[in-house]
């Protein structure tokens, strides 16, 4: 029975409405975090990969939980599109770095082909104006106990000029992702031919 209570709880996350985040238009504010990708931790600036051209943030609560997954999952089977499209992806949680070196490597979900930052303090979610709720108490799918916040599941399409493009939340992970995927192409598709 608690097991589907808390299967209940996580599959209810991403459904959450956007609260008060930034809009299309907007200045999305610059962070620089630890990061992970292939289990290889690395320094993270936003930035620096804006100089390559459109980043996609997105903000999930926990990595090893059940809409975490699907969404880390999908964005690793379309990261090709993604960089197709000219775009860096990158995952922002509260997790620990440790836990996401993890979760990077892990074939079943990031496989090594999206990176995810760690925001332990919540402070780079509450600057794009998402709620950090305690969820400290729970266990993930494999039966860990998460010690940290959860964000709520928002992606933030930034444009290499530091504006936000789109805000994408209060939908499946999935349907997160592909929507993200086609802000991202429209957003090439709209560039000058060389």
Known sequence: MKRLLLATLFA??????VWAALKEGDAAPDFAIQASVAGKAFHFSLKEAEKKGTVVVYFYPSAYTSGCNI????????????AAAGATVIGVSLDSIARLNEFSAD????????????????????????????????????????????????????????????????????????????????????????
């Open 71 to 82: 969404q880390a999952h999908t964005f690793a089977i379309n990261s090709d599109k993604f």
């Open 12 to 17: 209810s996350i991403p459904v959450l409405p």
């Open 107 to 194: 074939p079943d979900y990031c496989a090594g082909k999206i990176a995810v930052g760690s925001d332990t303090d919540g402070k780079v979610a509450k600057s794009y104006g998402l709620r950090v709720t305690q969820a400290a108490g729970h266990k993930d799918s494999r039966g860990v106990e998460i010690d940290h916040g959860f964000t709520e599941r928002t992606t933030f399409v930034i444009t290499p000029d530091g504006k936000i493009a789109a805000t994408l939340g209060g939908m499946t992970p999935t349907d997160n992702v592909e929507n993200a995927l086609k802000t991202v192409q429209k957003i090439n598709a709209a560039k000058p031919a060389k």
